[in-house]
């Protein structure tokens, strides 16, 4: 599995690509420097440390009072890590819990054994470093890795686009740091903007300091490609990044990037981000952004889940292949009821091909006021287990 390496020369219309980088081998990465081949499963178990000592640019990625390890980091790694099992495609990724930066973290990356969609789990840990065995590892992110896809033709098309208004970015560092974006030098990437109706373009260029040897895209670039959507917030909060969908990099080492954003849903944009040259470096088909939540030190607040009314019958219109279990509908006439029954149909179901969508009612607290179900509440523990 390798990956092309980015043309030097944004003047190139034909690329004549060489295969080093990211993907063509590579054992190492500057946060993962090592790997363990499993022997319980067919996967792997990447370790590494992510040291502001070391890492400097990581100190310039500050939301509120906090410095945060940039979602785009945990893609990054993921894609290396899948990589290195030739699944270098991101089929979706959850961040968890924010990581902080105030003190070296310990990492490790674990990537399982292929289930029967062809899907390998990936789960990224972290915890301080240099403290003993005693302290807690977090779950920071999970997800699903898949098998690598073709790349998308180069983009031939007029740059910036016919009928693009210019938009004025000297400012806008300025004005998200005002908001709570506090990004540094080795951030500081977005140097154009136009939009057209709702779809965004983009210039980015490696920050200053930043070093882009043994990253697919470095994470600092990666991050101030998406810098572009502060020209359409209104300022009334600050979103970030909880789910990436349908990740692939296409080339690596490069240093200047263009990029498309397009509406995708509720909270969610398209990106695809090509090198000067309009060859493709990365496709995204979901970015999922959260407004945040909470003081403005407290990193336990930066992510909130959030509940959204759904018209009466939700997933029961599912798409064919997809089955739903109603948790919530199994008489409570004994104790356990729902988790017995979900039980047994997930041993009965697990091994076909069928997508399962399980339902509770009263599972956890909606509002300040609800008191949870206990048995419902179990369900989503059995499923998660699962």
Known sequence: NHLPQAPTYPFQHQ??????????GAATHPFLTTVVHRADIDGTLHTGTLSPAVHTWLAEHVIGDTTLLPATAFAEMAIFAGDAVGYGRIEELTLRAPLPLDRTAALQVCVGEPDHQDRRPITVYARPANTGTDEAWTCHATGH???DIDPPLPDTAPWPPAGAVE?????????????????GASFRGLTAAWRDGETIFAEVTVGAGADIRG???????????????????DGAGRRLPVQWSGVSLHATGARSLRVRVTPA???EVAIAIT?????????????????TAGPETATAGLYTLVWKLVADGGRRGAAPGTVVLDAGAVPADRPGAAVAWVLEQLQQRLEGSEHLVV?????VAVTDTDDPDPDQGAVWGLVRSA
């Open 15 to 24: 690329s004549y690509w060489l295969t080093t980088g990211h993907a063509a």
């Open 275 to 291: 090198d000067p040259a309009g060859a493709p470096v990365l496709s995204i088909d979901a970015l999922t952004l959260r407004e």
């Open 145 to 147: 890795l898949g098998a």
């Open 359 to 363: 339902v509770t009612r009263g599972a």
């Open 265 to 267: 849903g509720d909270d």
């Open 167 to 183: 938009v004025d970015v000297d400012d806008l560092y300025e004005l998200l740091a005002e908001r709570g974006y506090r990004y």
């Open 215 to 233: 990253y697919g895209v470095h994470p600092a670039l990666f991050d101030a490609a998406l810098h572009c959507l502060g020209v359409t917030d």
